[in-house]
């Protein structure tokens, strides 16, 4: 696999273009420890501040400092420390400013984050506001990756499309409703968790699918949002553990991760996964996927995201496109939508059964879901496909012409317009 | 920390209301009545009250010095306002625990207060 070199200073502009020249290797470890001491590091402070407000910008001050002095003079020894030592400074610097916080700067100064803070929760209860449903999913998203995973606010823009000062109001505005609305700093208990830890799950999976259906020769400078959105998926399981959903989201990344090599071709093209090279897939990543599935559904408490990887494991396991066990698949999907009736899964059931039952029932089914995935191109897309093999190349053509219209997604674009040109 | 729960509902859903039965009006206000009664209880209920509808109300503008005074609610919206309450409670999760409770109609908007002691 080609290496992917984070992206930094993504407007090309100021100090956070200075890494540019660094090697990928540097840059690997520096991404790594920004991970690892971010949320950390936040969460210490939010705890000891109340103020999740401050405690989110000084640590992401912190880093900041560190993408423009670690390039000129090393990464230190100590990186976790710096990043602790820098936050910690420039929270007391902002806090100088009005003396009723000489209580707070006391505090900090006797303090030694995080090392004595070292609460397992912190991160936790983190990550439980930034996706608290008080704020909208994007912002939930955006906050995640930046107090949770360390990432610059340009680098999140990068990631998500939209220009640096937007994403950066989108993320103040956030901040500000958490400080003035009171959204607490915690993980909700009993019979309030299920909910609120979905609204955990699904900006990982977002984040994920972000990350991996923009995977193409495009981005090969980004920092990789499916594996941050691996990392924090591990990083949750790991302060659940008791969570077979946390589990099964894992195991679902792991599965779809697996295949990314055979997903693009040597000139940079997608492949989709009937035409993939199955040698190229990553068999000791699709055990490993296998393995953790297996572990949640010992706990006996099956869910979407483990149907969804059972649904990648059966692919995963499976020879060749020709002899998945479609059966099982669609079973899979029955049971899926037992859960949740969506017309997505809905389509991709039809996708599964047209191999089982033909082309012409899955079409029936397709169809049916006209009205409610009208703008939606991988309907169409999927019609084009099933239209093919009923040898309807007309109709075909003019519904791959319609999921063009709608597509946005370059490789998916290129995708069609070479089937478009056969 | 300090919230107002406010109530509101479609302009349909009030006119659904008003043509209740009487015995299943009874029963609605019962619930609200509960809801109040068991939040005070515990402390939580500051104040609240139940507003007349729209059709009662009056708007005084201030706009450049001068006030006019116009019949009506400040917005034509298809949600109105149908009461109130102000809680006292730890955090937000708590406020919307309240809120998910409300029997009394569709919507409750959850609005911090400004502390005006803090600052």
Redesign the interface.
Known sequence: MARRKPRRGASGGGSLGALRDSTAATDAAVVAVFREEAGRLTGALVRLLGDFDLAEEVVQDSIVAALEKWPVQGVPDKPGAWLMTTAKRRAIDLLRRDQRHQEKIALLERSTLPAEAAEADDRLRLIFTCC?P?LAQEAQVALTLRAVAGFTTPEIAAAFLVSEATMAQRIVRAKRKIV?????Y?V?QGD?LAGRLDAVLSVLYLMFNEGYLSRGAQVAVRRDLAEDALWLARLVSGLMPDQAEVIGLLALMKLNLARSRARFDESGEMVLLPDQDRNLWDHVAIAEGIELLDKAGAMRASGPYQLQAAIAALHSESKSWEETDWHQIVLLYDALLRLSDSPVVRLNRAVALSHFAGPEIALGEVNDLAIALGDYHLFHSTRAELLDRLGEPALAREARLRALELCQNPAERSLLERKLAR | ?RYVLMFAGSVDEQEMWEKLPKEQLAAAHEAVNKWFEDHSKAGRIVGGEELRGPSTATTVHHKNGKVSITDGPFIEAKEVIGGFAIVEV????EA?EMAKTWPGGSLVE?R?VVDHSAH
Do not use: E, G
Request: neutral net charge; proline residues 17%.
């Open positions: 608290h008080a003035d609305a009171h959204i607490p915690r909700p309030r | 920390m730890k955090d937000l999760d919307l959850v911090p």
